[in-house]
């Protein structure tokens, strides 16, 4: 695990070594206040698998975002996931599905940089609760309320993500915090095309538990098009007030978001 977490950091002093000096997309992690572009009308999946002592789970999100206006985004988010627990038979379907809206409050335009700000509400269901299949998903209704900002140069972005999740069930309330630095690493071209890095913080506190967990995930993005953007990243968990059964060893993501219209 040592060398694992030699070779991330040796990657990112590398990486931030780099020239950088144009824009880029959106985080891989962290939410974008951007709603144009790949960040709207248009289709995002990818493959996250998580490595934990006594569980190996692998989820596949399918996410739907649509603009009614520039400032104005709905979609939905369909999770499939495939649960291997240690010494017990795996099981697949259907997890807890999310349906959200985004709203951008502030827009402050200058040249060569923009900061933005925009609301974002999220209803989460316990479809991932059935008879047969009772682990795939949390069993409550979350609602989720938060603030996303990005500030975005020709240079480098800096976003941030704050949110507060109310769960029913009597199970904890969480509090989400994360914050992505973002550096674009070739000129832009047209067609376009664009290699970008992030480095990120993720964070998630139990607030009935008064625990928390705090990931670092370095990752890379390549904008292939107007229409198309391949990502991966890696997870490694700093802190995790659980316990040493349920502590994640790494998590690791792989995926597109592609632009219908």
């Known amino acids: 695990m040592k060398q694992l977490y030699t070779m991330v950091f040796t990657l990112i002093l590398n990486l931030l070594w ?5 824009a880029q997309g959106p985080p891989i992690f962290t939410d974008s206040p951007i709603m144009l572009g790949l960040e709207g009308r248009g289709l995002r999946t990818f493959g996250n698998y998580i490595s934990k002592k006594n569980v190996k789970v692998y989820i596949h999100p399918i996410a739907i975002p649509y603009n009614i206006t520039s400032k104005w985004q709905v979609g939905t988010i369909v999770p499939f996931i495939n649960k291997n627990p240690k010494g017990l038979d795996s099981r697949f379907g259907l997890g807890d599905v999310k349906l959200y809206t985004k709203y951008q409050v502030v827009q ?3 040249k060569g940089k923009t900061f933005r700000t925009l609301i974002k509400l999220t209803e989460t269901f316990p479809s991932g ?13 979350q609602t989720s309320i ?11 972005g800096i976003y941030s993500e704050v949110g507060y999740t109310i769960t029913s ?3 904890p309330d969480n509090l989400i915090y994360n914050i992505a630095f973002g550096y674009p690493l070739v ?6 095309k664009q290699i970008n890095v992030y480095l990120e913080l993720n964070g998630n506190y139990l607030v009935k538990n008064s625990s928390n967990s705090l990931f670092i995930s370095p990752g890379i993005q390549y904008i292939a098009g107007k229409r198309l953007l391949l990502e ?15 502590k994640t060893n ?3 993501t792989l995926g597109t978001r592609i632009l219908i219209f």
């Open 146 to 156: 938060g603030v996303v900002s990005g500030y975005i140069t020709t240079k480098y």
């Open 129 to 141: 609760n059935s008879k047969d299949l009772p682990t795939l998903g949390t069993g409550a209704y």
């Open 250 to 252: 790494f998590m690791y």
């Open 187 to 192: 000129p832009p071209q047209y067609p376009p």
């Open 169 to 171: 069930n009597n199970l």
């Open 232 to 246: 991966t990243g890696i997870q490694l968990p700093l802190i995790e007030d659980v316990s040493d059964s349920s």
């Open 108 to 110: 402050k335009d200058n």
């Open 18 to 22: 780099i020239n950088s000096s144009y």
